[in-house]
Structures are given as C-alpha cells and as structure tokens.
C-alpha cells in the first residue's frame, strides 16, 4: 500500500486525483488530505478514504471541521502550521495542488521528508525553483510534474539526451478572450473571464488562462524544472488543447503529447510513474476531430507573456515577486476593483519599481517571503493609486 497526502485535496486538481485513488482504494493508505473553506467536501472525502488527518487552512473552521468529522476516527487541525505538519508525515507520494504561493512551503515540507511531490501547484517552482530543486536533491525526493504541459514534455523526454533537445514548445488555448477584439477587454466581466474553452479548472487558473497569465508562469515552470534555455522555450496558441507540448530534437524531430484536455491523464501519469496505468480518461478519435490548428502568440493581447521572459531574463527572485504581484492584481480583477487589462499593468508596474536588491537576494525560504510579501504591498498599493 503507498501512503499518499493530498494538499488542495478539495479543488479541482484535488478532485481528480481523489477520483483516480477512489477507484483502486486498496492501493493506498491516505495520510492527509488538506483544504481551505470547503469543509464538507474535505470531510466527506477524508472519512471515505480513511485519512489519518483532515487539514483546512483557515483556521477559523477548525470548529466546523471537527463537528463535520466528529465520530469518524479521522483527526482534524487547521492553519498554516497544521499544513506543515500534515506534509511532515511520512508519505510516499504526496499531491501539491493548493492554489498560489501558499502552496510552497507544505511542498517543501514533503520533499524534506523523502516523499514524491507530484507538483501541480506551478507557483512553488516559480517563485522558487532552485530551492525546490536543491531540497529534492538533499532530500533524494523526487518532483514529478503535474501541470499537462510540463507531464506532456516529461513523457516526450523519456530517454532522451536533453543535449539533443533544440526547443520545447507549450501549448496554450488561448483562454476565454483569445478572439475577441482587443478593445473590448477593458469590459471583459469575471463571469466571462471564468468560462475556459476546453478545460474545467479552478477560477483562479481559468482567469489565468485568459490572461495568459498562466502560460507565463508555465514558460519559467519549463525553465526550472527542465533546465532549458528561456531561448528554446516557445508558446503556441492551440485552440484544440488537444497537443498540450512538443519536443523538438536535433536531428528535426518534434515529439508531440496528444490527449484529452482531462487533467487526470497528467495525474495518473505521475501517480504510476514509471509504469503507465489504465485511465479513465477519453480515447480521441482523430478522424472525427479531423484538424488542428496552430497560431503564434500574439503579444498585444497577451503581454503576461512578454513580462515572463523579462522575469527569466532577471532571475534571482524575480519569479516571486512576479508571481506575488500577479496573485495581488488577480484578487483586485476577482473583486472588481481592476479591470481586466489593469492586471498585466499592475505587475509590470511591481517588477518596474521594486528595490532590486529585493530580487537580487539569496534564494531562501525567508528571503522569498519577504519578496513575496514586498510584492503584495507594492501591487496593492499601485491598485489603489489607480
Ligand atoms: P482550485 O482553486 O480548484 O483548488 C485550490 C485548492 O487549494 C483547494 O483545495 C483550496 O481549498 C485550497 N486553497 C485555497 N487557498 C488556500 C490557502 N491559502 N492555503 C491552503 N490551501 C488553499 O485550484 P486548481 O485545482 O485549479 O489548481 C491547483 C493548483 O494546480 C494551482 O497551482 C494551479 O495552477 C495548478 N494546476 C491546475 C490545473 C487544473 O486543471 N485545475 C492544471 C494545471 C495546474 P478550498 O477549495 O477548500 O477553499
């Protein structure tokens, strides 16, 4: 039996991975399962499961958790300190998918004791790639991508050189605006923002995705966790979501990864890594689909993606505060006090002023919190000066 812990048990990714675990319950031997104000859905899913422990962040519904897991056997706690402790658990495959920065330090924590960290929780490798990789390594843990485009090259890799690796291209759809006339973003509601065209995913990502705020933070994932130059690293706008990445050699081969936009086959992927399991997931019929289409990025409507290469291009803690400001400029747009252009403005306006000396610092825990939190303050206050 592999014990594993879920970390944003209760969100979409979250979700998923119960689904696979749900379907083979004598396989596993859940530890911990984590999640914020659904507390229904935490307790429901960690008394089905047996889990050792139940863990909301929000600390003011522990009350609510324990009432919701009371008689169970499953033990509940709550806040940041709970999370830590939940991930010190010794587990042996461990799921990252809360949301935002707040997902790195229980990721961290995992990786500290020996577990695969199945990451899909992009944020972490952002802000802090090279902490996270270095603790892997002291560790002897293993990080295993979940984010579709980053399984889709892991599997395109699979013995192969990386030297004989000349590009590595990411897909994106395009999001909710990828058609519309520019001029109309500034209008662009949530609701619109929210509605992705082929994948169902949390709000926060979806927006992303519109934004393509998303694929930003996915170029510099690619930079960290594969070691590429930023330079052979492209995006290309894919309606279909239907190739989530390609791998192009130097002999001029391109290897593509083609499946459903279903986030369980990235999941599954990491959940059996090294072997491949049945999945429950959709057999394309490439006949019926007949044709794929491909556009280059268009930088105008999409300027996340030009600040995302000003952030590689930066290094050091650049990811951070990028990433800080990009949640901070995403909490203003969900609650109507940015318009949906302002985003982009906000964050450049962040890495424009920022102390540089705040990016330019070590690469520690500490360091990048203090980043992050420098971030936060900076965009806030930029949104309120609007
Ligand atoms: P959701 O918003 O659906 O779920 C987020 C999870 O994090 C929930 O369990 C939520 O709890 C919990 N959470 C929210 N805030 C906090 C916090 N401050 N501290 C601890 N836990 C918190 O997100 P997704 O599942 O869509 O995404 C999760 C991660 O996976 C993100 O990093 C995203 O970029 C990445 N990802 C997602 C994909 C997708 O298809 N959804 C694809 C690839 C990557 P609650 O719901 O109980 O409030």
């Given at each position: 039996m592999?014990?594993?812990?879920?970390?944003?048990?209760?969100?979409?990714?979250?979700?998923?991975?119960?689904?696979l675990?749900?379907?083979?319950?004598?396989?596993?031997?859940?530890?911990?399962?984590?999640?914020?104000?659904?507390?229904?859905?935490?307790?429901?899913?960690?008394?089905?499961?047996?889990?050792?422990?139940?863990?909301?962040?929000?600390?003011?519904?522990?009350q609510?958790?324990?009432d919701?897991?009371?008689?169970?056997?499953v033990?509940?706690?709550?806040?940041?300190?709970?999370l830590?402790e939940?991930?010190?658990?010794?587990?042996?495959?461990?799921?990252?998918?809360?949301v935002?920065?707040?997902?790195?330090?229980?990721?961290?924590t995992?990786?500290e004791?020996?577990?695969?960290?199945?990451?899909a929780?992009k944020?972490?490798l952002?802000?802090?790639?090279?902490?996270?990789l270095?603790?892997?390594?002291?560790?002897?843990?293993?990080?295993l991508?979940?984010?579709?485009?980053?399984?889709?090259?892991?599997?395109?890799?699979?013995?192969?050189?990386m030297?004989a690796?000349?590009?590595v291209?990411?897909?994106a759809s395009?999001?909710?605006?990828?058609?519309?006339?520019?001029?109309?973003?500034?209008?662009?509601?949530?609701e619109?923002?929210?509605a992705?065209p082929?994948?169902?995913?949390?709000?926060?990502?979806?927006?992303?995705?519109?934004s393509?705020?998303?694929?930003?933070?996915?170029?510099?994932?690619?930079?960290?966790?594969f070691g590429?130059?930023?330079a052979?690293?492209?995006?290309?706008?894919?309606?279909?979501?239907l190739?989530h990445?390609?791998?192009g050699?130097?002999?001029?081969?391109?290897m593509?990864?083609?499946?459903?936009?279903?986030m369980?086959?990235?999941i599954?992927?990491?959940l059996?890594w090294?072997?491949r399991?049945?999945?429950?997931?959709e057999r394309?019929?490439?006949?019926?689909?007949?044709?794929?289409?491909?556009r280059a990025p268009?930088?105008?409507?999409?300027?996340?993606?030009?600040l995302?290469?000003?952030?590689?291009?930066?290094?050091g803690?650049a990811?951070?505060?990028?990433?800080a400001?990009k949640?901070?400029?995403?909490?203003?747009f969900i609650?109507?006090?940015?318009?949906?252009?302002?985003?982009?403005?906000?964050?450049?306006?962040?890495?424009?002023?920022?102390?540089?000396?705040?990016?330019?610092?070590?690469m520690?825990?500490?360091?990048?919190?203090?980043?992050?939190?420098m971030a936060r303050?900076?965009?806030?206050?930029?949104?309120?000066?609007?």
């Amino acid at each position: 039996m592999r014990r594993v812990s879920i970390f944003g048990a209760t969100g979409s990714i979250g979700q998923n991975t119960i689904d696979l675990i749900a379907r083979a319950p004598d396989d596993y031997d859940v530890v911990a399962l984590t999640g914020a104000g659904n507390i229904a859905q935490l307790a429901q899913d960690a008394i089905r499961l047996g889990a050792d422990v139940a863990v909301t962040a929000d600390e003011t519904r522990l009350q609510d958790l324990r009432d919701a897991l009371a008689g169970s056997g499953v033990a509940a706690a709550a806040g940041t300190d709970a999370l830590i402790e939940a991930a010190s658990r010794p587990a042996d495959w461990v799921m990252s998918a809360i949301v935002g920065a707040a997902g790195l330090e229980p990721g961290l924590t995992a990786l500290e004791q020996g577990a695969t960290l199945a990451l899909a929780n992009k944020e972490s490798l952002v802000c802090a790639g090279e902490l996270i990789l270095r603790t892997a390594r002291k560790h002897d843990a293993r990080l295993l991508p979940v984010d579709s485009e980053h399984s889709a090259v892991f599997q395109a890799l699979v013995g192969e050189d990386m030297s004989a690796v000349e590009r590595v291209i990411i897909t994106a759809s395009g999001g909710a605006f990828r058609d519309w006339p520019l001029e109309n973003l500034a209008g662009a509601t949530l609701e619109q923002a929210s509605a992705h065209p082929n994948w169902d995913m949390g709000q926060r990502i979806t927006i992303d995705s519109a934004s393509m705020f998303n694929k930003a933070l996915e170029l510099i994932e690619t930079r960290e966790y594969f070691g590429v130059d930023p330079a052979k690293i492209e995006v290309l706008v894919h309606p279909e979501s239907l190739i989530h990445a390609m791998v192009g050699f130097h002999d001029g081969a391109l290897m593509a990864h083609v499946g459903p936009p279903d986030m369980r086959h990235a999941i599954g992927y990491a959940l059996s890594w090294p072997d491949r399991s049945h999945l429950p997931v959709e057999r394309l019929d490439l006949a019926q689909i007949g044709a794929l289409t491909f556009r280059a990025p268009d930088d105008a409507r999409w300027p996340a993606l030009r600040l995302a290469r000003e952030v590689m291009a930066r290094r050091g803690l650049a990811g951070a505060v990028f990433n800080a400001a990009k949640e901070t400029a995403l909490d203003g747009f969900i609650a109507g006090t940015l318009r949906f252009p302002q985003m982009a403005e906000v964050v450049e306006e962040v890495l424009n002023t920022l102390d540089p000396g705040l990016i330019d610092a070590a690469m520690t825990l500490d360091n990048v919190r203090h980043a992050d939190q420098m971030a936060r303050h900076s965009a806030q206050h930029i949104i309120e000066q609007l």
